[in-house]
Nanobody, 119 residues
Framework: QVQLVESGGGLVQAGGSLRLSCAAS????????MGWYRQAPGEQRVMLAT???????NYADSVKGRFTISRDNAKNTVYLQMNSLKPEDTAVYYC?????????????WGEGTLVTVSS
């Protein structure tokens, strides 16, 4: 019922920036929280940043001060501005969405977009 499509990944040098976008479509009226996760090869998927419908944000310690999550409710889109990228940021980045009245986890996922940071 909810589709998420990520875009904006690519190859960037260490210290550079990328802006990821996640466009949501379908029946989205019940979505409260959206967020960004990433998964490196051989690693588990980890939360990077979340944002509620009211604009409350939460960040993983690894990206605080470097990444910024935002959303445009009119466009049903969430963004992740990534600055000061490091090689260890290389991963597949996933957009997720959570329904209202849930405290954690995600109910919907995009297919991911690859971010590669070269040194």
């Amino acid at each position: 019922q909810v589709q998420l499509v990520e875009s904006g990944g690519g190859l960037v040098q260490a210290g550079g920036s990328l802006r990821l976008s996640c466009a949501a479509s379908g029946i989205i009226f019940g979505i409260n929280v959206m967020g960004w996760y990433r998964q490196a090869p051989g690693e588990q998927r980890v939360m990077l940043a979340t944002i509620t419908s009211g604009g409350i944000t939460n960040y993983a310690d690894s990206v605080k001060g470097r990444f910024t999550i935002s959303r445009d409710n009119a466009k049903n889109t969430v963004y992740l501005q990534m600055n000061s990228l490091k090689p260890e940021d290389t991963a597949v980045y996933y957009c997720g969405a959570r329904r209202r009245f849930k405290n954690d986890g995600m109910d919907y996922w995009g297919e991911g977009t690859l971010v590669t940071v070269s040194s």
